[in-house]
């Protein structure tokens, strides 16, 4: 019984190396990428081989990230469970498993899908290790804003998948992540900025004031309705589209100056919250615009 406990447990650490909540984020806009790409609903095969591939390039990254990350995750109190914390996993093995997830994902989508996805998605993994976490993390306020770059390539990857090119499309949706990441992970900092002051990483809600962050927060938040407007008529999308555009970055734009208006960690949550609603009801929004009859 100790023996099978003991295998659940290591398996359950391997898992969380992963951060599989971040993976179903990022997969919550691949499949609805593809729906536009193709204008109908993809081949099962390929939505498959696509969501298997990128989720474990991403979890790959992720497994990496702990790696470098370690000697932080045990300063801030939101992350000291984590496995390489609590010596569930070593270092080392850990580095060799998310290499191993690398391997297999760019072979999977290099065979199964296209080498231009593969490309792009270890491309993406290279560029959140190398610029993000080594890098930006530790030492700008603008890290999560340029290191967003990394979690927007998915709809890339999804749309090469569909279409073995990219066009000025999927750049726009790239631009709708790319706009999204800062309020959204700002968002949850505010809650958490003495971690990372503890920590010493400069994420901005812990180096600036409030009322700075919070403006960027809005500003950003402004930025990616427009963005999402504009994907209305450069994706060729349909009015079931354009509605969920306008309405849900109307709330988003609420929820940030209400924000603003109180500096609550309440608020701050309650924008985070939000913000995971409005990027799944969004390309929830494009993918149902497409399927439905025009």
């Known amino acids: 019984m100790t023996a ?167 750049v726009v949706l790239f631009a709708i992540i790319f706009a999204w990441t800062p309020p959204h992970f700002w968002a949850l900092a505010v809650r958490y900025r003495d971690d990372y002051a503890a920590a010493n990483v400069p994420m901005l809600p812990s180096v600036a004031t409030f009322e700075y962050t919070s403006r960027r927060i809005v500003a950003y938040t402004l930025i990616l309705w427009a963005i999402s407007l504009a994907f209305w008529p450069v994706g060729d999308m349909g009015l079931l589209y354009g509605l969920a555009a306008i309405v849900l970055g109307a709330i988003f734009t609420w929820h940030a100056v209400a924000l603003a208006r109180s500096g609550t960690y309440e608020k701050a949550m309650r924008l985070f919250g939000w913000s995971i609603t409005y990027i799944t009801l969004l390309f929830g929004a494009m993918a149902v615009d497409q399927l439905l009859p025009r």
């Open 4 to 170: 099978v406990l003991t295998t659940r447990s290591r398996f359950a650490a391997y898992v969380a190396l992963t951060k599989p909540r971040i993976i179903e984020l990022l997969l919550v806009t691949t499949v609805p990428t593809m729906v536009v790409a193709r204008r109908g609903m993809p081949g099962a095969w390929l939505v498959v081989a696509t969501l298997v591939g990128g989720a474990l390039a991403a979890a790959g990254a992720n497994a990496t990230n702990m790696v470098i990350d370690r000697d932080i995750d045990k300063v801030m109190q939101r992350t000291q469970r984590r496995p390489l914390v609590t010596g569930e996993i070593t270092p080392r093995n850990a580095l060799v498993f998310a290499i191993a997830l690398e391997v297999v994902a760019a072979a999977l989508l290099w065979v199964t899908v296209n080498p231009l996805s593969a490309v792009l998605a270890v491309s993406a993994t290279l560029f959140y290790v190398f610029v993000y976490s080594l890098w930006l993390k530790r030492t700008s306020t603008q890290n999560i804003v340029i290191g967003g770059a990394a979690g927007a390539v998915p709809v890339l990857v999804g749309w090469a998948a569909v279409t073995g090119t990219l066009s000025w499309a999927p």
